[in-house]
């Protein structure tokens, strides 16, 4: 507010200056006609200060009005100003005292239309801070799709646009808060239950043993051996929760280095072959002799691989296949497919087959193994390279999982 008293201090002292200068330069005044200019400036201005003062006041302090009547008044004010100074200056020019209310009468009309004017123009600054008023109350009230539409051309038109970017911004994160808040249910939900039932199973084993419901040594072995299979499955979902976490919080550190992908799908294949013979799968490779060398973390990589090929196989069926492919993709990529003759994925699961302890088919993935973390944290390991995981997949026609990994630069 200083700031602007300081300008308006500064133009008024400008205006005298101004309007003495060019009468003493364009019409030649002489001395005492520019005394008599500078006496009814200094009547005029301080008039005009005192009308001001009380305008500010009225409107100002106390708080009445909107922009129209502001507006309006400062017009107003311009136009008394004006014409107290043409009266002053012009009525001792008069022979008659008609000729001077004839004046008066146009000095009237021209304020009136003035101050009409300038009504008529603010109204459209006021109409659309009133859109916009409305807006941010809407917004306040948790309404996130309002959108105000102003078209003024000036900078109330920006300022509806910035609000309307606001509102954007502020509806997807409350659409990502909300979906956010859903996953984090559905996480806890399917932890509870992939926490429960290993634990069910490891109570009712070990209170059978203890309570001497059986007795035999070869069922006490089995139940032993059975509970053993269900801590090792606890430890791998208490394992997988802990890396994906780390995952999505951004502090896994690990070092990528230039490394052979052929061998390493090679070692995999080895590993994984036991696995598919005891379901009748019939496994295989081929890795283009281009790919290498690959920029990758050896061990990492090599879990995407295990989670890729164990969930194909899981859900291909007997005498199906798993085909795993490597070849260069560009110049400074390679790219990793593992084709299965599975059942395939319905559609509406493919958008979210990437997501934490989702299953396409709830009851039959339960009982086909898995917490369904594999494929988040396989994505989470391709992303951490600089790469990219997607799916193609039809029910019926078996599913396509293909990953890309940047190639190490050969100096």
Not at 8 to 27: N, Q, S, Y
Not at 365 to 382: K, Y
Request: charged share 20%; with cysteine; proline share 2%.
């Amino acid at each position: 507010m200083r700031r602007e008293f300081v300008f308006g201090f500064i133009w008024l002292t400008l205006a005298p200056v101004a309007a003495l200068v060019l009468a003493a330069t364009w019409l030649r005044a002489p001395g005492e006609e520019l005394l008599e200019l500078t006496r009814l400036f200094l009547i005029a201005e301080a008039l005009a200060l005192l009308l001001g003062f009380v305008a500010y006041g009225l409107v100002l302090r106390a708080g009445f009005g909107g922009i129209s009547s502001k507006v309006a008044l400062g017009y107003a004010l311009t136009v008394g100003v004006t014409a107290l100074v043409i009266l002053l200056v012009s009525m001792p020019m008069f022979i008659s005292t008609h000729d001077a209310q004839f004046l008066l009468v146009l000095l009237v009309f021209s304020g009136l239309v003035s101050v009409g004017f300038g009504y008529l123009m603010s109204r459209s600054i006021a109409r659309g801070l009133s859109e916009l008023t409305a807006g941010a109350r809407d917004i306040a009230r948790g309404n996130l799709e309002t959108r105000v539409h102003v078209k003024s051309g000036d900078e109330v038109e920006q300022l509806a646009s910035a609000f309307n970017h606001m509102a954007d911004q502020l509806e997807q994160s409350a659409r990502k808060q909300k979906e956010l808040e859903q996953m984090r249910r559905d996480v806890v939900a399917a932890v509870s239950h992939d926490l429960r039932t290993p634990l069910a199973s490891l109570r009712a084993m070990i209170e059978a043993i203890n309570d001497g419901v059986v007795s035999d040594e070869a069922t006490i072995a089995r139940y032993l051996k059975n509970a053993q299979l269900q801590a090792e499955q606890l430890s791998l979902l208490v394992e997988d929760l802990f890396e994906l976490s780390q995952l999505d919080a951004g502090v896994m550190q690990w070092q990528v280095e230039p490394g052979s992908l052929r061998d390493l799908i090679s070692d995999t294949l080895e590993a994984l072959h036991v696995q598919a013979q005891e379901k009748h799968v019939t496994l295989s490779g081929a890795v283009d002799a281009s790919v290498d060398p690959v920029l990758m973390n050896a061990h990492k990589m090599q879990r995407v691989l295990y989670n890729l090929i164990q969930n194909a196989i899981r859900h291909t069926p007997a005498d199906g296949t798993v085909f795993i492919q490597a070849r260069a993709c560009g110049t400074n990529q390679v790219q990793v497919d593992v084709i299965d003759s599975g059942e395939g994925i319905e559609a509406a699961d493919l958008p979210h087959i990437f997501e934490q302890f989702y299953r396409g088919e709830k009851s039959r993935s339960r009982e086909t193994g898995g917490a369904g973390l594999g494929l988040a944290i396989a994505q989470r390991i391709v992303l951490a390279h600089h790469g990219k995981i997607w799916v193609e997949s039809q029910r019926g026609a078996g599913s396509r999982f293909s990953f890309t990994l940047p190639r190490a630069v050969i100096q």
